[in-house]
């Protein structure tokens, strides 16, 4: 099988310009950049640029997937919408923070080190990710620490040695007990385990949504001058101007002050409980529905039996099929009635009052219907 890396690139904040295209095209006879980013794919040759260089000069976010396992998530934001102190507590081996002039580049990167068995192609993976940027400049920092807990309890459960289990947890944001459908495929993707998300989610706070705001009351407080700033700025689309005035207005987002004092082994136990639990309750699930199923072969038995011989009588493959899977339901019943030698008695009748019909013979020996 051939390599597959697949590299999209996106434009948010403003549009490529024509001589940016032209310069990102040519970095592939396979690729023509659009005003809205770029798509590279390799099967056998990689990227040639740097891709935290190509970000910050040109694009606001990147995905990356490799069909051994690696998977990269890249954001640009601009440097007044971004708490360094506060991002920078959830960096691990996994997520790091690269601080420029004017932008922060915030880039996760996680090396799957199984076989690769369950890559996917990267088509549409970044246009479902792509809110979290807009998450991140709101400050919602809940991608962050999803991969700060991935990180460090998958190496406190396979003793990696890279994170101390009596470390304390980072700050929790809130909302984890209701993840969006961007941070739903941002688990998926990166493959984070759902029991250790619901034993961190077991202390986080609810999402707090921005105040209402009336903005006519506001906009009337605002100056002659103020007003023309901020119309001036739109009329120049200005990046991220919304962002901007909503901040004037009632400032950045409230963060949680709940300060955790679990330390990383604490989730771990819990997450490990909580796993538990769920096997046990969908074990008890499947027991429950296979005792509905047998409870209802049991009341149309003698039914059953009449359809396996009709079927045999027709003397084709597809009527052997469907009596070799009726076959297998009453064996089911049999066996937890403990009546499996009369099942049998019966199965090897049939074969004997069939022995010409090779194909029948043939699909009871496959079932394995006389093995108990």
Known sequence: MSEYQFYEFKAIDKPLTPKEKEVVSSWSSRTTAKNSGAIFIYHYSDFPKDELEVVKQYFDAMFYIANWGSKRLIFKIPKEFIDKKKVR????????IIDYKDSVLIDFWIEDDGEGNDWIEGEGILASLITLRQDIISGDYRSLYLIWLKVSTEDVVNDYGNVNSESEESVIPEGLNELSGSLLDFVEIFDIDKDTI?????????LKTMEEIDYSIELAKLTDKE??????????????????????????KAQSKHTSKRTIANIVKNSLSLKEERKARNKKQREEQFLVKLKKIEGKKDVLWGQVYSLIKQKQ??????????????????????????????????????RNLTGLKRRIDSAKLLNN
């Open 89 to 96: 507590q959830y960096c691990v081996e996994g997520l790091k």
């Open 198 to 206: 619901s034993a961190a989610a077991e202390v986080s706070e609810p």
């Open 227 to 252: 007003k023309n700033d901020w119309l001036m700025r739109l009329i120049g689309n200005e990046p991220l101007l919304s962002e901007k005035i909503k901040r004037h207005f009632s400032g950045a």
């Open 317 to 354: 493959a597809k009527a052997y099929d469907e009596a070799i899977q009726i076959l297998l339901s009453l064996k089911e019943l049999a066996v937890f009635k403990q009546d499996f030698v009369s099942f049998a008695e019966k199965v090897e009748f049939i074969k004997q009052q069939n």
